[in-house]
């Protein structure tokens, strides 16, 4: 098989930024089969669960190291009311869920099921309230219910429904896509909104509230301009966050090959909105005390045959895999401008990581992915450089290889993603001042760039370990095509 070459340097002495463990966070939403059967089967399932969490969830979802996770939506966000999901079942009322397929949500999965399911998986929670058709009221009201440690009403109801300790959930969106399901305001009428629903979210003993703004709908310089007009001098604000998906190219499963590559440049153009995004908030936030967030973004793939279509479940194949790996790459390489991103959606819904079928289980290749890329959260992000042969798409031009760096005591950690259809890419990787005493790899590639896992066979497409002879400031690897390579390397 013929093969490319390619340089890599890494600079173990040009530090970026610590890379947030949050740019690893999950989005669940109220939607399909991501809440039920994908997260909650309730206490009386045959399908083994932990107070009505599916133990084969929680088990999978360690692995990956889940720091954050977004509930309830997405567009469900702006018609829930928390009060709905609290209580006893038998209680609780059946609403219809407008957005997504106007099913009926008995409200068995609320509040309290949704702070277990993130302390069972180690993760933090973050909730998104409701701007849409909610009131300022209400959402003031869901943060004292959660996190105020005093002898309130409010509290003194969450004690009597089974914690009488608080939540001191500290992340809360202020709404969702609010340029759409959200509310379809204008970014100025938004701002004003912002202000005056965040006015009353206040910080409780031990539970300071990070709040997070919705920016725009991919990289829409305007809406951001004009949200932070109108914001003015008001600062009652921690983070913005932007939503981008990139789409489709082909179906899940079925692609050419020009479509893989397609498709890997739409993911590609993250990096434009990171940067870009960034430079505008610059301008009203220069001390960067408003973090940029992007807490949806994935694939977005057609109906699956035999699926509900609104419920929005794809199959996800070693291209999703590669998609998640480079946008990975971009938020590592960036780690000085973002400090959260949340993938969409965790179970069932978009770009899973996990998809379940009564009792069985998989972990998807996106879902490898996530635990391959585990060991940069909380390390430094370095500097890294690519010299690779690009590849014609079109009339654009596809990085040959690219990836990201961290270190973490003297533990080098480097990711790389081989775009390359059918070709290995020949690589020397230059570590300048710094000596290797060891390095392994682990692989995520299949001879088939559609390869995908099944439930009938749920290993088609799983990480293998490779060892690398690697001793001194210079080493050498292939990096097979079609792959997401993730390389440790001890120094010394």
Excluded at 81 to 93: L, Q, V
Excluded at 344 to 353: E, G, K, S, W
């Amino acid at each position: 098989m013929a093969s490319n070459t390619a340089n890599v340097r890494i600079y173990l002495n040009e530090h970026i930024a610590r890379i947030n463990p949050n740019i690893y966070g999950y989005f669940s939403e109220h939607l399909g089969r991501c809440i039920y059967e994908g997260t909650w089967v309730g206490k009386d399932s045959p399908i083994p669960n932990t107070d009505g969490i599916r133990n084969d969830v929680i088990e999978a979802l360690k692995k990956m190291k889940p720091p954050v996770v977004r509930w309830p939506g997405g567009c469900f966000a702006d018609d829930y009311h928390w009060g709905d999901g609290i209580g006893p079942k038998e209680s609780r009322p059946r609403t219809i869920n407008v957005y997504w397929g106007q099913v009926i949500d008995n409200n068995e999965f609320g509040t309290h099921e949704f702070i277990k399911f993130c302390r069972l998986i180690g993760a933090e929670p973050y909730i998104c309230g409701n701007v849409g058709s909610g009131s300022p009221r209400e959402l003031r009201n869901w943060v004292e219910y959660c996190n105020f440690p005093g002898d309130s009403t409010l509290a003194r109801k969450r004690a009597e429904n089974g914690d009488p300790e608080p939540f001191k959930v500290r992340y809360w969106g202020v709404g969702n896509e609010n340029w759409g399901c959200g509310g379809n305001f204008a970014p100025e009428d938004y701002a004003a909104e912002y202000r005056r629903f965040s006015t009353f979210m206040f910080n409780f003993k031990d539970a300071p509230l990070y709040l997070i703004a919705c920016g725009p709908s991919g990289n829409d310089p305007n809406w951001t301009h004009r949200f932070f007009e109108k914001l003015g001098w008001y600062r009652h604000i921690n983070g913005f966050s932007a939503h981008y998906y990139c789409g489709s190219a082909g179906t899940a499963t079925e692609y050419t090959v020009d479509q893989w590559y397609q498709l890997i440049h739409r993911a590609s153009l993250m990096e434009d909105l990171v940067v870009q995004q960034r430079a505008i908030m610059d301008g009203y936030d220069p001390k960067r005390n408003i973090g940029l967030i992007v807490d949806e973004w994935g694939t977005w793939h057609p109906p699956a045959p035999g699926q509900v279509p609104q419920f929005l479940w794809q199959q996800n194949t070693l291209r999703d895999a590669l998609v998640a790996a480079l946008t990975l790459d971009v938020f590592n390489r960036h780690a000085d401008k973002v400090v959260m991103a949340n993938i969409a959606q965790t179970i069932n819904v978009l770009q899973a990581v996990i998809l379940t079928e009564g009792p069985k289980m998989l972990v998807t290749p996106t879902g490898h992915v996530y635990a391959m890329y585990a060991q940069h959260q909380g390390a430094t992000a370095l500097r890294i450089a690519f010299e690779s042969e690009s590849i014609s798409v079109g009339n654009t031009s596809l990085f040959g290889l690219a990836g990201s760096a961290s270190l973490k005591d003297n533990r080098l950690f480097m990711t790389v993603v081989n775009p390359n259809a059918d070709t290995p890419v020949e690589t020397t990787i230059s570590l300048g001042d710094g000596r290797a005493r060891s390095a392994s790899a682990t692989v995520l590639t299949h001879g088939d760039i559609h390869a995908h896992n099944t439930f009938e066979s749920p290993n088609t497409l799983e990480p293998f370990e490779v060892n690398i002879p690697a001793d001194g400031a210079i080493f050498n690897y292939t990096f097979p095509p079609a792959s997401v390579t993730a390389i440790s390397v001890l120094l010394g």
